[in-house]
Nanobody
Framework: QVQLVESGGGLVQAGGSLRLSCAASGTIFRLSPMGWYRQTPGKQRELVATITRGGSTNYADSLKGRFIVSRDDARNTVYLQMGSLKPEDSAVYYC?????????WGQGTQVTVSS
């Protein structure tokens, strides 16, 4: 079984930046793709970004240019660098990863952007 733990969330002023991390542990065969999603009250969980082991990335159109996803396979960790943050970016951010045909989710980390 794979465990995913997010970190790096918190309170930040509009226009600021934040870096989220997601570390994986357990019995890992191949963790790809990995991704970031977010969810606010009353809304369905939505895609933020994904990245494959080969480095191919995919972003939500509205976030392209402000957010960057990356991964460090030696550390089994995926990152999300967020810049020019807006109040509408406030949400619980979740990471996930596919391992051996099974999709795993972390518990999420809260990001709050104040105006």
């Amino acid at each position: 079984q794979v465990q995913l733990v997010e970190s790096g969330g918190g309170l930040v002023q509009a226009g600021g930046s934040l870096r989220l991390s997601c570390a994986a542990s357990g019995t890992i065969f191949r963790l790809s793709p990995m991704g970031w999603y977010r969810q606010t009250p009353g809304k369905q969980r939505e895609l933020v970004a994904t990245i494959t082991r080969g480095g191919s990335t995919n972003y939500a159109d509205s976030l392209k240019g402000r957010f960057i996803v990356s991964r460090d396979d030696a550390r089994n960790t995926v990152y999300l660098q967020m810049g020019s943050l807006k109040p509408e970016d406030s949400a619980v951010y979740y990471c996930n990863g596919k391992n051996g045909g099974t999709l795993y989710w972390g518990q999420g980390t809260q990001v709050t952007v104040s105006s």
